[in-house]
């Protein structure tokens, strides 16, 4: 019972200083933005900041603590910032507070891929290993494919939705009224979104996605999911269920991606389905491999780090890139060193497996 409350005590404690963290940066950015003390390009990457780091910690749910690997996570951010730019925009006439919209996006995202994480999970998760991650590979692209054949519209009507598989029809067939807006192009992705995300909405949607997932782990359906990573025939063989524990993790992912997609497409005036690519999902899948399996703080400062580096080596012109490489390859080997490790263990307080 001593080494029980002992235990929770070091989680809680572990948990408040994730907590703690996160507020000190927020605060401490917040007050540099406000002094002018930051660079144009680094002000206009607060944002999708948060919204990479909220996407690394949620496909480290999926890959780190539920120990599936899965290689369309871009899929569901793309479900999230399309519906919730749809759902933003056509509510502009309606909703006067940039704010409430911004939540009421958020939330269709969210929505809307966590019945897109439902419905794929529920044949995907009877997959294992190579299978998964080429099946989720494959989601991905459809989706990507399925969003530019949207051509969507508002008007005093309501909305007006073409799937224009085909590519024959145009905005013209929505038939909208005079004064009406066109917000999904085809292939040309969504034009003339007003932009209402902001850093502060990140912080806090950050700070969200941490309640939950921390939460979740520490609960009993967490160490059930921890439990079906370490071993699963011994998982089963004490009853726990797999096909519930593995569709939480995975729908509760799905929709956190989704959040941060809709806070991501309200951040720019165009976006197109092509920026949610393979590549998209392999960035925040090294991400969290870079940061650690399992561990919230590596995939924070991971998203932060490798977003921040690309813009903070443009001066170095045609060696940018490289140098980039040179950092993942030195940082993949120094996360890997033996020593490295000790030394960080006797800085940080070390968790068990099961803890993470």
């Not at 404690?13 to 950015?29: C, L, Q």
């Not at 991650?133 to 073409?162: M, P, Q, R, W, Y």
């Not at 959040?259 to 976006?271: F, K």
Request: charged residues 15%.
């Amino acid at each position: 019972m001593k080494n029980y409350f002992k235990n929770l005590k070091k989680v809680t404690v572990v948990d408040y200083a994730t907590y703690a963290g996160v507020i000190a940066a927020f605060v401490v950015m917040l007050l540099l933005k406000n002094g002018g003390m930051l660079k144009r390009s680094i002000t206009g990457q607060l944002v999708p900041i948060c919204c990479y780091i909220v996407m690394a910690i949620s496909l480290n749910l999926t890959v780190g603590i539920l120990g599936e690997l899965s290689l369309g996570h871009a899929g569901f951010m793309s479900i999230g910032a399309f519906s919730g730019v749809i759902a933003a925009m056509s509510m502009q006439s309606v909703v006067a507070s940039d704010a409430l919209r911004l939540v009421i996006g958020i939330v269709v995202g969210a929505i809307f891929a966590a019945l897109a994480g439902l419905i794929v999970g529920i044949p995907v998760l009877r997959l294992r290993g190579d299978y998964l991650a080429i099946v989720t590979l494959a989601f991905g692209e459809i989706i990507k494919e399925l969003i530019n054949c949207l051509i969507v519209g508002v008007d005093s009507n309501g909305l007006h939705i073409i799937f224009n598989a085909k590519g024959t029809k145009s905005l013209d067939d929505l038939h909208m009224l005079e004064g009406g807006t066109a917000i999904i192009k085809g292939a040309q992705g969504a034009t003339g979104t007003t932009t209402i995300a902001s850093f502060t909405a990140g912080f806090i949607l950050i700070m969200v996605t941490l309640v939950i997932v921390l939460n979740l782990v520490r609960s009993r359906s967490g160490r059930a999911i921890m439990a079906l990573r370490d071993n699963r025939i011994a998982a089963e063989s004490v009853g726990i269920n797999v096909t519930t524990y593995k569709m939480m993790a995975f729908v509760i992912s799905a929709a956190l991606a989704g959040c941060a997609g809709a806070l991501y497409g309200l951040n720019y005036s165009n976006l197109i389905a092509s920026k949610f690519d393979f590549n998209t999902s392999i960035l925040v899948l090294v991400f969290v491999v870079l940061g650690g399996l399992g561990n919230i703080w590596g995939s924070i400062i991971a998203a932060t780090v490798l977003t921040i580096l690309p813009e903070a080596l443009r001066g170095f012109e045609d060696y940018r890139m490289l140098i980039y490489a040179i950092v993942l390859i030195l940082v993949m080997l120094g996360t890997n060193n033996p020593q490295l490790q000790m030394l960080l263990r006797k800085v940080i307080p070390h968790r068990r497996k099961e803890e993470v």
